[in-house]
């Protein structure tokens, strides 16, 4: 076999009709694997810049075309009982996703590294009914792998669905936001995020700190709600101080009209307890509602009651400036997509296939949202 080098004419050769070529043909053609000429044909960054463009040249030259090819050889893979790469991955997302800024930003990190490697995006809701049906391109073996966010019944009742699709199987699934065993994840440091939320307000001299539990029908799944305890506690902990003492957990009422979620249980639990001086929020969603209840009541933020969010997604505008003034803890949403999406790609392309959690680092930023307590 001989290496070839790309020719300095932009005109391709002419191409007998009758014979496809395939990335075996260009693989002999230029002296390297097939491999390589399959990651050189999806802009893989696995190899090297001036390999590739001798490979697309040639490529261009003997004719291939990856449309033509690619039903002709998924069949001929399927039939030898191959499993097939499609270039497309599936993506289950809230029926809301497009109008929140929380799903929209992971959406952004997903494409920033779909697009450029060549993979093709199905998008489609997420559910938590067992009868709900799989897309069709998931059922007729079109897809090579799943990207969802979910609680857990969600994800149990979708990889259900999956591992008895005969189409897709075992093929790999990489969760967003929270752990799911025996897959893989991409993961916010939701406790790192929250000691540094209550390190900070105990630090501005507030002792009483109201927080929100997740409520009977877990529609936060309980993972996030440890973990940001876990955080809190530590923060009273290395301050010497009782987190039972001085830590209090209000439950969001699902049960109520979605602007109440928050705001009704928040009240009722301010007139029993006065000496609350600060309030973590669950989400930038709900730090937005409290202080807008908050200023209905005649309550003033931060000089009567500090406040934090959670994502930093949402804005509270300054009167005058219109700059955002919500102090929050800013997870790292483009980079979660990202890191899925090159996790999946990995497992796809059979690089890896065993499971792991990347936890992402989150960081507070403080605005003007909190300030020592009066």
Wanted: aromatic residues 8%; glycine residues 6%.
């Amino acid at each position: 076999m001989r290496k070839a080098t790309a020719r300095t004419s932009s005109a391709p050769a002419l191409v007998d009709p009758a014979h496809f070529v395939t990335m075996q043909d260009i693989a002999v053609r230029c002296g390297v694997h097939r491999s390589t000429v399959q990651r050189a044909l999806t802009g893989s960054e696995r190899v090297k810049s001036k390999t590739a463009e001798q490979i697309l040249a040639i490529a261009r030259e003997m004719g291939y075309d990856e449309i033509v090819h690619h039903n002709s050889r998924r069949l001929a893979w399927r039939k030898h009982g191959k499993t097939f790469i499609n270039y497309t991955l599936a993506l289950f997302f809230p029926p809301d996703f497009s109008r929140n800024p929380y799903y929209l930003q992971m959406f952004q990190g997903i494409l920033d590294v779909l697009v450029p490697s060549h993979y093709d995006l199905l998008t489609t809701y997420q559910s938590e009914e067992e009868e709900e049906k799989l897309p069709f391109g998931i059922l007729c073996g079109n897809v090579d792998g799943v990207i969802v966010i979910g609680d857990e019944k969600a994800l149990t009742t979708l990889r259900d669905q999956l591992r008895a699709t005969p189409n897709f199987a075992n093929r790999p699934l990489v969760s967003l936001v929270l752990p799911f065993p025996g897959y893989s994840a991409v993961l916010a440091d939701g406790r790192g995020g929250s000691y540094q939320t209550v390190s900070h307000l105990l630090d501005l001299g507030h002792r009483y700190i109201l927080h929100f539990w997740e409520n009977a029908k877990k529609r936060e799944p309980e993972y996030h709600t440890q973990e940001r305890l876990s955080g809190y506690r530590l923060a009273y902990r290395e301050r010497g101080l009782d987190p039972d003492k001085y830590l209090i957990g209000v439950t969001v009422d699902y049960d109520l009209p979605r602007s109440e979620w928050a705001t009704t249980p928040l009240r009722e639990e301010l007139r029993k307890n006065p000496r609350i001086t600060a309030i973590v929020s669950m989400n930038d969603l709900f730090a937005l509602e409290i202080y807008t209840a908050l200023q209905r009541d005649g309550v003033r933020v931060p000089q009567e009651m500090s406040l934090v969010g959670f994502d930093d997604v949402e804005t509270i505008p300054h009167e005058e400036t219109r700059d955002n003034i919500l102090t929050t803890v800013r997870m790292p949403q483009e980079e979660i997509g990202r890191e899925a999406a090159r996790m999946l790609i990995r497992q796809v392309e059979g690089d890896t296939t065993t499971p792991a959690a990347t936890i992402l680092p989150t960081t507070l930023v403080v605005r003007r949202t909190t300030a020592p307590p009066r």
